[in-house]
């Protein structure tokens, strides 16, 4: 009996995880400016690099 509810527990907490993961990889970050995280989309601000860039030529 104990048994049963050991492994019920660690297979509820690894149906957990994976709800976890997965909505964390579908639902966008508020924080962030993109889903992915890649640093692909137009959360990239052009400009600051531009300007970072131009700092360091002088």
């Not at 104990?2 to 907490?13: D, E, K, P, R, S």
């Not at 970050?29 to 600051?48: M, R, T, V, Y």
């Amino acid at each position: 009996m104990v048994q049963n509810i050991i492994i019920f527990l660690i297979f509820a907490v690894a149906i957990a995880y994976m709800v976890r993961v997965i909505y964390r990889s579908v639902m966008p970050n508020k924080n962030a400016g993109c889903a992915k995280g890649c640093g692909g989309c137009s959360a990239i601000d052009l400009s600051k690099i531009q300007k970072e860039l131009e700092k360091k030529a002088v």
